[in-house]
DNA sequence: GAGTGGTCTAGACCACTAG
DNA sequence: TAGTGGTCTAGACCACTCT
């Protein structure tokens, strides 16, 4: 009754219900759950998982969430259609944690890093006192040798203290503020809009001016409200597009 | 110690935990509960609400999901920053209910409304048979009387019989979806672009041809992965903005 | 140490689907 | 009717925060 006891540990720190969602990722990922497999009844599984059905439950409803399975009342649990795109409007992760995520191979290059004291506007945006001052980093990314993406980011140096000497070509900036700030970040405005583009983007993104681009103003959070990070993106829809899986409450 | 046990309806089909967040949204959108308001620990809340410390967990994190509430561990639960923008980029619902949710003056007219065999591209999109129709519907909404969005959507007649008779000037198209279904909307993908006008819709939204706007592709799932609904959506981001709000995991 | 949320259990009953 | 997920309970113990 126990065949799959073994997938768990519980003296892993690591809650039981994420190590369930893990393992059954895995799975999806590797097919050996196909799509539309059907899944054992939950108080089949959660025996079989030795777990009880509400921990189970908890791992099923995250990979709901995430549009990997879907229930269905009386029927069961399944595998859902495979994702193809980027789960990037719908989950707090980086460009570049969600490029490493889909295995697209890019490439980083800080154009600018300097700890400034930010424009009004940024000021503004950030509550900031008068002299406060922020580390301000300009990137491109590129995939296939492509220039696909502008970031300029503005971080609050005074909550993460030595972050001005990380090579940003090499370390996602949310680890870099999660390490640097000893805090987690915990979730994030975007807001989305469609502009054209001005000289300076358009000369790094190798576009006409005018052109039209996915424009995004992010503001990043650690726990208890503080805004760490800001930053605004813009990004060549035709060449990196970005997906929403929503569900209907 | 039951202080608040009327608020909540036993008899009431309505799940517990879904009355309870109804009830908290309420208090919060009435400032009863004010921004960094901390609620009453877990254990007091669900005792005065009568109901088991995991139902009202379960509350509590739909509205976590929403950006309403946050929760830090060790002390305590309380009301995050109000939100301003629109929940589009978040949860599966139209922009007439969103809009509607939002308290803004909108109107909505419909340009065309017809049966017919779709085009290549969106019978290719939608799996459809060589001759199965859709209900083709062509609409353009205006806020303050200005026109900021355009839709076209294509909808499975066959799921959804007598829908085509359906005054959409009224009613919300998920709406009517649901009922002539009789299933519910379960989920759906949204693509978010960012394109020039063409002439088409420049000269629907009253703006240069090639102005950058948002563009939608989107489609919509009833229960068990039947797509009912696709829709292209063209959008004035200067008047009506996008905003996710993101979890970090 | 007292108070908070985070996780987990073992059971119960209900609502929906299908043969 | 049997099988499934949906909801709810009453308790337990742990991890974290603050004083």
Redesign the pocket.
């Known amino acids: 009754m126990k065949e799959y006891s073994n997938v768990i540990n519980?003296s892993d720190?690591?809650?039981?219900?994420?190590?369930i969602a893990d393992w059954m990722s895995e799975k999806i990922s590797t097919k050996e759950w196909e799509k539309n497999h059907?899944?054992?009844?939950?108080?089949?599984?959660?025996k079989q998982l030795?777990?009880?059905?509400?921990?189970?439950?908890?791992?099923?409803?995250s990979l709901i969430k995430e549009g990997i399975l879907i229930?269905?009342?009386?029927?069961?649990?399944f595998v859902a259609e495979p994702k193809v795109s980027h789960p990037f409007g719908q989950e707090l992760i980086s460009f570049a944690e969600s490029m490493e995520r889909e295995g697209i191979n890019f490439e980083t290059k800080v154009l600018e890093k300097q700890v400034i004291v930010p424009k009004a506007s940024v000021k503004k945006k950030f509550s900031l006192t008068d002299n406060q001052k922020v580390l301000y980093l300009k990137r491109i990314r590129l995939i296939d040798n492509e220039p696909v993406i502008v970031l300029e980011n503005y971080i609050k140096v005074d909550l993460c203290q030595g972050i001005e000497y990380v090579k940003f070509e090499q370390m996602p900036l949310f680890e870099a503020i999660e390490k640097f700030s000893g805090q987690k970040i915990s979730f994030g405005t975007r807001q989305f809009e469609a502009r054209g583009l001005e000289e300076e983007q358009a000369m790094l993104l190798s576009m006409p001016i005018g052109t039209p681009v996915l424009y995004l103003d992010q503001i990043t959070y650690l726990?208890e409200l503080i805004p760490v990070e800001i930053s605004q993106v813009w990004l060549r829809s035709d060449k990196y597009s970005i997906t929403s899986y929503l569900q209907r409450d």
Chains 1, 2 share one sequence.
Do not use: F, H, M
């Open positions: 519980k720190p690591k809650p039981l219900y994420s190590q059907q899944l054992p009844a939950e108080e089949d599984l959660a030795d777990v009880s059905r509400g921990t189970l439950r908890k791992a099923i409803s229930q269905i009342q009386g029927k069961g649990t726990d």
